[in-house]
């Protein structure tokens, strides 16, 4: 074995992950933004460390029939030219991925282009496994899925096949149960993986990991020793070129619907019968179907949201939100949203749990804070340098790691007290951990359904905030904050009943 194949098979193993069986690999939208961006990086990714499938393809579903095979190969060298360069600067690497690529052209609606795929979908070790990549807007979900049934390609009798679906799972309650029931008139349950990438977050996973691996801190995970407990996604940058969808979404839905809810979930559920997709998926559920419902009149008291203005964002000038090209000139969509939730159960009864994410803040940090009780007496003075120790931060982005934050005396005779980090930075294992969406490509290959959402939690998370988007859907004007600034109006009033308040978001205060 020579030494460059030894190298990957101790990467695959430290990234814990097997090799897959051997698949058809069909993107729909395969020239799109999300597959040059990250599609194809991953799977170039997977296919470096050998954890696609040996004589796994690529297959493209392409509208424009004046494409061709060899324009998708030059497209594909292109993309990864600028994404993953290393992929095709070794020759015999890109040709290996370039020998996996094929192409089948035609109309989304047309039955004769679905005839096409299931023709070219190739016997592979005796099976003819398929994964279907919905990288296309979400109104063609069912015109996609429907003509595939038809086609015979949902039938699992020559080898598994699986559809994945990315967000926005719907637009509200009622389009989710309807996008839902679309789905399942021609995939099973257990063919459909909604993809959601802040699950496939190495940190994210961890949180499982970190909980149920080690009991230190288990006798403490309760509302008798926390205080509350905040999930923060602060982005530097405004929407560049997503005014289209952020108009209809904004960021209640882009985010905290979605993504945050699934965070606290798993930050607040109790410890799974096993690590079967169901098992854990049922206990995710239980958390949403445990969170306090919000009276519509009472939004205001729990929820904030407001509107990025004019300013500079991590050293960049950016214009309002208003002014950003295809923005309404009157538009309320908020580019900040933050929410306090509670959990009614025995394990956190009235502990807050505090989302936020926004645009145009001062740096791009995710994080979980776990923030504790102060101690019973006081006994040592705690000066406002100190007021943010006492912590757990799970960091997301940048910098994934773990981070205790805690109070030690200063060195020296005086009796002065300082904080102290106990820093455990993922970077320091290694350089090479997988992309959110080579793990999650790579569960739904292994058929490994847990880093997705299924259906009764996607209509869960939209019943819990429905009543803030309608509240907030009555309202005619909306608060804004300086673009690069976290002065937004109430957002300081959702601390009140928490101890610390928010914590300062900030690459810089690693080190204290």
């Not at 296309?136 to 086609?151: F, G, M, R, S």
């Not at 502990?351 to 006081?378: D, H, M, N, W, Y």
Request: contains cysteine; hydrophobic residues 40%.
């Amino acid at each position: 074995m020579s030494e460059k194949k030894t190298y990957e098979g101790k990467f695959a193993s430290i990234i814990g992950s097997e090799q897959a069986e051997p698949a058809n690999i069909v993107i729909f939208g395969a020239t799109g933004d999300l597959t040059k961006r990250k599609l194809l990086p991953a799977l170039a990714h997977m296919h470096r460390w050998n954890l696609l499938g040996p004589h796994s393809r690529i297959i493209a579903a392409v509208r424009d029939k004046k494409w061709t095979k060899s324009k998708w190969v030059s497209y594909v060298h292109d993309q990864l030219l600028h994404y993953f360069p290393d992929a095709i600067l070794n020759p015999r690497s890109w040709q290996r991925i370039a020998a996996k690529l094929e192409l089948v052209t035609g109309d989304l609606t047309d039955p004769d282009m679905y005839k096409q795929l299931a023709a070219t979908l190739r016997e592979m070790d005796g099976k003819k496994n398929a994964l279907f990549y919905l990288a296309i807007p979400p109104e063609w979900y069912e015109c996609v899925a429907k003509n595939l049934k038809q086609a015979g390609l949902a039938d699992e009798s020559e080898g598994f096949r699986r559809i994945v679906v990315e967000k926005p799972f719907g637009m509200d309650l009622t389009s989710a149960q309807e996008l839902n029931q679309t789905l399942q008139c021609y995939f099973n349950e257990s063919q459909i993986y909604r993809i959601d990438h802040y699950l496939g977050k190495e940190s994210v996973q961890n949180l499982m990991v970190f909980r149920f691996a080690n009991s230190v801190l288990e006798p403490l995970w309760n509302r008798n020793y926390i205080d509350h407990v905040q999930i923060s996604v602060s982005e530097s940058l405004g929407i560049g070129y997503r005014a289209g969808y952020y108009e209809t979404s904004g960021a209640l839905k882009d985010m905290i619907q979605s993504h945050l809810l699934q965070v606290m979930a798993l930050v607040a559920m109790e410890a799974p019968l096993s690590l079967g997709a169901n098992d854990v998926r049922d206990e995710k559920l239980k958390v949403l179907r445990a969170v306090r419902r919000i009276d519509a009149d009472k939004v205001d008291d729990i929820a904030v949201r407001a509107q990025y203005s004019e300013g500079k964002a991590d050293g960049v000038d950016l214009p309002a939100y208003r002014d950003e090209e295809g923005v309404a000139f009157d538009s309320t969509t908020e580019t900040f949203a933050a929410v306090k939730f509670y959990i009614d159960n025995w394990r956190w009864q009235d502990v807050p749990f505090l989302l936020r994410t926004g645009k145009a803040l001062p740096e791009r940090v995710s994080e979980i804070c776990i923030r504790f009780k102060a101690p019973p007496q006081t006994l040592f003075d705690l000066n406002e340098g100190n007021v943010r120790n006492n912590e757990l931060i799970f960091r997301l982005q940048p910098d994934e790691g773990m981070l205790l934050s805690m109070t030690a005396k200063q060195p020296g005779l005086s009796t002065d007290l300082r904080g102290v980090n106990l820093d455990a930075n993922y970077g320091m294992v290694g350089s090479g951990m997988p992309d959110a969406y080579e793990t999650l490509f790579h569960d739904v290959l292994l058929g490994e359904a847990g880093l997705f959402s299924r259906a009764d939690e996607v209509e869960e998370s939209w019943q819990i905030v429905a009543p803030i988007m309608t509240a907030w859907s009555k309202k005619e004007d909306i608060s804004t904050y300086p673009a690069g600034s976290f002065d937004v109006p109430g957002m300081d009033d959702l601390m009140s009943d928490c101890e610390g308040g928010w914590r300062t978001l900030s690459t810089k205060e690693r080190d204290v």
